[in-house]
């Protein structure tokens, strides 16, 4: 059985061709995935023949909500999605003055190890399909009934560690027949994988880039971030440099601020000694506490960002959305997971 919302309207276009069917019905058959639709007898404007047919070949994948939570404080809702598998994988729906925006995730689980973070704690699971990618936007327009104008690849997984399937699910999303959400109303977030900055870079895409940095040495960022030991912060602020001005399109750092880790001054000097000569946009976030993580969060926020400021740099701190619910990354799906296991939430 093959997974056709996975496939580009040029592929469905063919496949049916191989079956005898006029062009037109490739047309028909993608916007139907699009919208949501949950089985081929939906597909009222094909025949009954054709709608058997392809349900022998094809099947459509259709995630079903195992949690839902609204935030009573700003309206963030955060799902955690049963997959065809019965593997689970988060989605926040956020409410900004720009738009409304789906944080979605690409991996189940992640296995960057990033020592502060819960995505990272079972490891990775598998890569999610493009399909997979493309319900965690369409189901939760459906669900919530809320227009979604914009996408961040910032939930579970790394994105750039399924880049292949990743690029599948901009093409998709991207496609005016289907969610048609535009390149520059997208971020992609990674820990910094080089070969694949330097993929997108090739690629030219208008998407935002996001680097999770989180610390501007070597030493430090090594301790919380073993990806730094293959791709080291010196090369990635070069591959970031390349990023730049190869696509022209500005990066924005994440920065988690850790209490006595990456919160020094001399670390923000060291940030903007690196950036230097390139737009950047340094995004200070709030660290969210993981109860097995050693890490607490900073108290020297507003210090740091002065001090980025200082050095000629836009820096901004991330408000914190969802704060009585579970909504950072990783921590619905670990305590679903604890749940199952007869621990407590
Ligand atoms: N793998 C990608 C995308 C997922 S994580 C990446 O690393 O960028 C999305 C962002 O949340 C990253 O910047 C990540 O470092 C950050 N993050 C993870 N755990 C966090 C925590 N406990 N507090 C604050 N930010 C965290």
Known sequence: ???????????????????????F?????????????????????????????????????????????????????????????????????????????????SQVGCRMGCAFCASTIGGKVRNLTASEMLDQVMFTQLDSGEAVSNIVLMGIGEPLDNLDTVLRFLELVNHPEGLNIGMRHISLSTCGLIPGIRRLGELGLQLTLSVSLHAPDSETRSKIMPVNRAYDVEELFGACRWYFQKTGRRISFEYAMIDGVNDHDWQADLIAKNVRGMPAHVNLIPLNDVRESPWKPSRRLSAFQERLESHGLTATVRRSLGGDIDAACGQLRKRAAEAKEGRHL
Request: aromatic residues 8%; charged residues 25%; contains cysteine.
């Open 1 to 23: 059985m093959i997974d056709i919302k996975s496939m580009t309207l040029e592929e469905i276009t063919e496949a049916l061709r191989e079956m005898g069917e006029p062009a």
């Open 25 to 105: 019905r490739g047309k028909q058959v993608f916007t139907w995935l699009h919208r949501g639709a949950a089985s081929f007898d939906e597909m009222t404007n094909l025949s009954k023949a054709l709608r058997e047919k392809l349900a022998e070949a094809f099947f459509i994948t259709c995630p079903q909500v195992a949690c839902k939570q609204v935030s009573r404080l700003d309206g963030t809702v955060k799902y955690l999605w049963k997959l065809g598998d019965g593997n689970c994988i988060e989605t926040v729906l956020m409410h900004y003055h720009h738009g409304n925006t789906v944080c979605i995730s």
